[in-house]
């Protein structure tokens, strides 16, 4: 459903799909939780693209994403440089990334969600990173993604269209919905693991 631009309708049902599929995923138990994060770690233990990747930008859950902090173990394991988004303080809603080490302090941030503190020197130019996993609260068949609202990643994979990290969507099986009002800053992700399957945006 594409709507160029978005009416005050289209608004609200965007609004209200993001309140019932955050709302879904935060009832999730947590023993669903962890075998969320198996799966995806099987997903990930046998994608090419991840196998040859050496930076890959992760983030830390909260609100019911499917937590992934194990999954970070495992890229640790696998030697991979792995880096968090910290919003950044001049640039309105745009990330930076900054490594993440076992040894790296975290801070919450305005939302309560934990990042590293801000190192200037530390951050990573974008284009750097290979693979990106990004959040999302919904998703359909065609890899559109709903955020949490910010345009953070809407911005971020914007940067990615031509060169860059590959994305990667993160979600529960239970956030796919059917379809929404798309807006014409929304890109769409080439790829979305949910603990099912891999998505593959078609061609
Ligand atoms: N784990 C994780 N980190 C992430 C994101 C994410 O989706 N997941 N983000 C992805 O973008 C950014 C944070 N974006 C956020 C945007 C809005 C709200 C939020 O709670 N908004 C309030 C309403 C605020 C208002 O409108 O005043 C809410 O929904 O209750 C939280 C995070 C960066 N880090
Ligand atoms: N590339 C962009 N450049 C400028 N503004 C943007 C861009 N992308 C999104 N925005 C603005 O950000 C706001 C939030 O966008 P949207 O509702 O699509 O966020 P979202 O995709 O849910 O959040 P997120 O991307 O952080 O997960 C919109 O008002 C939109 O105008």
Redesign the pocket.
């Known amino acids: 459903m594409i709507n160029f631009p978005l009416t005050e309708e289209n608004l609200l049902l965007r609004q209200k799909i993001?309140s019932q599929m955050?709302e879904h995923r935060r009832l999730l138990s947590e023993e669903k939780q962890r075998s969320a994060v198996q799966s995806v770690i099987q997903h990930v233990s046998i994608h090419e693209k991840i196998s040859l990747a050496q930076h890959i930008g992760v983030?830390?859950?909260?609100?019911g994403?499917i937590p992934?902090q194990p999954l970070i173990e495992y890229l640790w394991q696998q030697n991979k440089k792995v880096y968090l988004?910290v919003?950044d303080p001049v640039l309105e809603a745009h990330?930076l990334f900054v490594p993440y080490h076992k040894s790296t302090p975290l801070i919450r941030?305005k939302?309560n969600?934990f990042?590293p503190p801000l190192e200037p020197t530390q951050v990573i130019p974008f284009e750097k990173l290979n693979i990106l996993f990004v959040?999302?609260?919904a998703f359909d068949k065609n890899g559109q993604r709903l955020?949490?609202?910010?345009?953070?990643?809407d911005r971020t994979l914007q940067k990615a269209v031509s060169k860059g990290p590959y994305p990667i969507g993160l979600a529960h099986d239970c956030q796919r919905v059917n379809n929404f009002p798309i807006a014409k800053w929304d890109i769409p992700l080439p790829e979305i693991m949910t603990p099912s399957k891999i998505w593959q945006r078609p061609s």
């Open positions: 993001r955050r983030f830390l859950s909260f609100d994403e992934t988004p919003v990330l941030n939302w969600i990042e959040p999302l609260v955020g949490m609202g910010g345009g953070f990643y």
